[in-house]
């Protein structure tokens, strides 16, 4: 009951609530992009030389490129030569949080996310990047114990250049596609996790990302490599302030499973939606992939998607590993005008590799919500085996559900199966609430939250409860 | 000759001798403009004309008379109404029109002008526009229902060298009217042949139409086939197709419901075999309130065979108490075989129903086991699963000696003693 209760308040503040900006000192890059920007910002890391040219090639093939068009969204061209591709908090935090800019503390206060150490009950490690820097990693000595890297990936480049040359580009390589391209070529931080063999990761790892600063790109990189046998789970986390104008979001992610590894990656995305109107908001232009590449591996995606203006992005996994398994649970909520392309890729290499998608899309208002996915079994991937199931609640009459499944078999000892509905929730479900005294927009908000409650169960429970909350707020005056 | 000097010639003969010279050229010209759909366009992703590149065409060719005996084994009925058409002309002899001549108008391309195309959704239905030999143009008066099918009948004759033709049809069909249409494609030589049919309906108020389209051609038989079909309020769709055999078959269905209480299904069965590529591609746009969709495709692949599923259903802002329905589904017999599916829904509207579901697959272990314990060969058990996956689709053809035609030939494919 209590938990209701909470719902109902939250129900009953309006919009945004990370909306604030914070009033930070910070230094930014000239504005643009070219060889130029792209030296400085690898000079600002200490990067080493390889790491450079590889940006500077990337750079190279972004430029041969073109903007895709085919996702089923709409958005006036972006200017890339109009974004600060770096901004940092000027004085680099030091090793202490006592050193750290008591305004960012107090803004990573007002995010509820748990900075200080001496929260050591909430039992999460945190890694805080902040427009474009990684302004503070929590636990780190305490996991260094088991043998666990987590920290900035500038920092590992540092400390560790030979296991991040060794991974990074493996699973998205610059060439794949043109926002991991300019990804590769400006990302600034990001976080790198390296769990070792055998280890069980002794509590959840978690990134918040924060965009601050006007007028910039966030382009961050996230690299997480679980030896054999190892497990891990990841949380993230992303909020912006309000601002009139679009932002533009541009990361990547990278899994990759060793034997028997296992990772689980839960997202919760908030960035800044615009407002009511459509103005202003988030491009969130991701790119996530994570490989089995040995045999019982296994990768997990849970993704909440509330936030952004427009959302792209496919969290996906090959399945190169013989027996490894694939997942993605996700629930994408618009509202106003957003505009959500999102979906999954599961590709099938090894034997006996099964894989299963739930996407639980909710459109209302103006936005439009789209499932795009990619089932592919290859000859090889003998008796592999998936399941899709993507729903669509529609509220509203003037939003829009779209469902693009690809599906691609090969070979005949596969199953693969897939099934969609589209629909509203119906008078019928609704009378049924109204006849127990449970008024129009609780009931909305309960039937919601029923019917993502197969993905958000997947959630580790701190965020459980605030993706909970989440999407009652997107929901907020949709109904009725 | 090679395809591209073939279009040119074609044209240049055809331009000055028959139909609407400007509409003709205009087609040409956007033909010109866009190219043979390639692999970079979405709806041809998976589609691959690379046959084209084999077509050897000589002119002086000289194909004899097709005699009545050489296509009286693919008549439906003989009471059955019916049209021939040979390697692009209409052939009276052949045909049978009976007293049917009130309801229907054939006329010749150079007679006749009619719909023009606003769009070209893809290049060979502008070089379809721009080529067309012959074609029927059916106008069906209000309150008329055709008391017998009519077979349409399209016959490719030659030796060893290609054929392309080139076929264009209309029917209009008048408010609480009905007529059903078996279109029949069949090659009758050695060489090979590509043949495009872009046919247009226009369905009144209240009609009904139910369009069989029975594809059993020959290994090196090539087919192009678009369907534009315009519902108005009441009407009623039943479209039905059987790809059986055929090197490329690639069938176009689009279908717009632009009036309220429409129903529309569409069935397709396909059976591919060894490097066999069968595509069928279809659209439905509901852009009116409470109208039913129903699509359901069967699929058996077996061979190295591809066979590709592209479903789409447009529900626009208006289109409220929509009910969609689509179902593709697959057995894959072979390792070697490809399936390519795509249920694809765009919905705008909220008061809808809509679902699609998709599954590939093999036969049931268990339900061999079951057969075969009960004293059934295993090839026999084999067939009759196929067999009962087919029917599913097949029971539902209402015209009775073209079902037990069709069962005919899958037993016959499938090996059912």
Known sequence: ?480 | MNFAQKIEKEFNLIIGSSGDPEARSVAMSIFKKIGLPGKKIEEWKYTNINFLNDFEFDDNEKINKVLFSEIEHLIISKDFYRMVFVNGQFDKSLSFLDNMDEHIKLYQASQRTFHNYNHYPNGFIALNESLFSEGSFIDIPDNTILDKPLQILYIIKNSENSVFTNYKNQVSIGKHSKIDVIETVRTIGNGSTFTTIASNFKLGESSTLNYYNFQSDSSKANYYGYRSIDQSAKSNFNDFTISIASNFIRNDVFVNLLGEHCETSLSGFYYTLNDEFFDNHSLIKHAKPICTSNETYHGILDGASTAVFNGKIIVEPDAQKTQAYQSNRNILLSDTANIFTKPQLEIYADDVKCSHGATMGSLEKEHLFYLCSRGITEKMAKSMLLMAFANRITDKINIEPLRSNIEKWLSEKLEIE
């Open chain 1, 1 to 480: 009951m209590a938990k209701d209760n909470e719902l109902l308040e939250q129900l009953s503040q309006s919009d945004y609530k990370y909306g604030f900006v914070s009033n930070i000192e910070q230094e930014f890059a000239p504005i643009g992009l070219n060889e130029d920007i792209i030296k400085l910002i690898s000079s600002k890391k200490n990067e080493p030389d390889f790491m450079l040219q590889w940006r500077l090639k990337a750079f190279k093939h972004w430029k041969t490129l073109k903007e895709p068009e085919w996702a089923k969204v709409n958005y006036p061209p972006i200017d890339y030569q109009a974004i600060y591709y770096y901004a940092s908090p000027k004085a680099k935090p030091k090793k202490s949080l006592d050193e750290i800019d008591p305004e960012m503390l107090a803004t990573f206060e007002k995010l509820g996310i748990p900075l200080n150490e001496r929260k050591i009950l909430s039992g999460v490690a945190v890694d805080a990047v902040f427009d474009s820097v990684s302004v503070a990693t929590t636990f780190k000595e305490k996991l260094a114990e088991k043998g666990v890297i987590f920290c900035p990936i500038s920092d590992a480049l540092v400390e560790h250049p030979e296991l991040v040359r060794k991974y990074i580009g493996s699973v998205v390589p610059y060439t794949d596609n043109y926002f991991a391209a300019l990804n590769s070529a400006v990302f600034t931080d990001g976080s790198f996790c390296y769990i070792p063999k055998g280890v069980r990761c002794p509590m959840e790892l978690s990134t918040y990302f924060r965009i601050n600063a006007a007028s910039t790109g966030q382009f961050e990189r996230t690299l997480i490599v679980a030896d054999e046998g190892s497990y891990v789970s990841y949380l993230e986390g992303c909020t912006a302030p309000m601002r009139d104008e679009n932002q533009l979001h541009a990361a990547v992610v990278e899994l990759v499973a060793h034997k028997d590894a296992q990772i689980k990656y839960s997202t919760v995305q908030n960035w800044y939606p615009g407002d009511k109107e459509g103005r202003g908001g988030i491009y969130n232009f991701v790119t996530k992939r994570g490989i089995c590449l040995d045999s019982n591996a296994k990768i997990s995606w849970t993704q909440v998607e509330t936030g952004s203006a427009i959302t792209w992005k496919y969290p996906s996994c090959i399945l190169k590993g013989d027996n490894s398994v694939g997942e993605f649970y996700s629930v994408a909520m618009t509202n106003h005008h957003q505009q959500a392309d999102t979906g999954t890729k599961m590709i099938h290499i090894g034997k006996n590799t099964k894989s299963r998608i739930v996407s639980k899309g909710i459109s209302a208002g103006l936005s439009h919500n789209s499932y795009r996915g990619l089932v592919r079994v290859s000859k090889k991937a003998e008796g592999a085996r998936n399941f899709s199931q993507c729903d669509s609640l529609l509220l509203g009459d003037k939003c829009g559900a779209h469902t693009f499944p690809y599906i691609e078999v090969s070979n005949k000892t596969s199953t693969v199966e897939h099934e969609a509905t589209t629909s509203k929730i119906s008078d019928d479900i609704l009378f049924y609430f109204n006849q127990r005294g449970i008024g129009r927009e609780e009931a909305v908000a309960m039937i919601v939250n029923g019917y993502a409650k197969e993905v958000l169960s997947q959630l580790p429970m701190e965020f459980a409860v605030e993706a909970q909350k989440l999407l009652a707020v997107s929901l907020e005056g949709s109904v009725g």
